[in-house]
Nanobody, 113 residues
Framework: QVQLVESGGGLVQPGGSLRLSCAASGRTLSSYVMGWFRRAPGKERKFVAR????????YYADSVKGRFTISRNNAKNTVDLQMNSLKPEDTAVYYC??????WGQGTQVTVSS
């Protein structure tokens, strides 16, 4: 079992930055593909970014490429999502996932002036 807890969400103005963190407990993440997804109001949950823990290779949705960066911290067993140049359309609940089976509860990100 893996338990995931997201943190770092909040309200930010357009053009601002936030850093989300996903803390894992119950098992190390070294065997998982870690991902961030988001669900905007009234819409389906969508892929944002993923990272392969062992290689560090990262992939991004076109909508966030160049603005978001996913990273992992072996010592802390966390996966972070640095979000820069935020736009109102980035407003959503952001979820962390380990593989296909484990999900966090989500953290709200609101981009508004």
């Amino acid at each position: 079992q893996v338990q995931l807890v997201e943190s770092g969400g909040g309200l930010v103005q357009p053009g601002g930055s936030l850093r989300l963190s996903c803390a894992a407990s119950g098992r190390t993440l070294s065997s998982y593909v870690m991902g961030w997804f988001r669900r905007a109001p009234g819409k389906e949950r969508k892929f944002v970014a993923r990272i392969y823990w062992n290689s560090g290779n990262a992939y991004y949705a076109d909508s966030v490429k160049g603005r978001f960066t996913i990273s992992r911290n072996n010592a802390k067993n966390t996966v972070d999502l640095q979000m820069n140049s935020l736009k109102p359309e980035d407003t959503a609940v952001y979820y962390c996932a380990a593989g296909d089976n484990y999900w966090g509860q989500g953290t709200q990100v609101t981009v508004s002036s």
